[in-house]
């Protein structure tokens, strides 16, 4: 059975993200502060999931291939 990979749903989620705070910010105006650390705390959150999304990846991938070793050919 093949599965999707998540990294380019975690690439959407992020995208969406940032273009709702961007708008967010647009419509509220915040200061400069708030904005910054909005943008940081963004910033560590997609960089986390991305990672977390390759390693995901990566291990179901291998897992994938484990079990296609096993499995008989016909």
Do not use: H
């Not at 419509?27 to 999304?53: D, E, G, H, N, W």
């Not at 995901?56 to 016909?74: A, H, N, S, Y």
């Amino acid at each position: 059975m093949k599965q999707s990979r998540l990294t380019p749903n975690i690439v959407v989620l992020i995208l969406s993200l940032f273009i709702g705070f961007s708008l967010l910010a647009l419509a509220y105006k915040p200061s400069a502060l708030l904005v910054i650390v909005v943008a940081l705390v963004l910033i560590v959150f997609s960089v986390l999931l991305i990672r977390y999304a390759v390693i995901f990846d990566r291990q179901m991938r291998e897992k994938q291939e484990k079990l296609d070793e096993k499995e008989p050919t016909q």
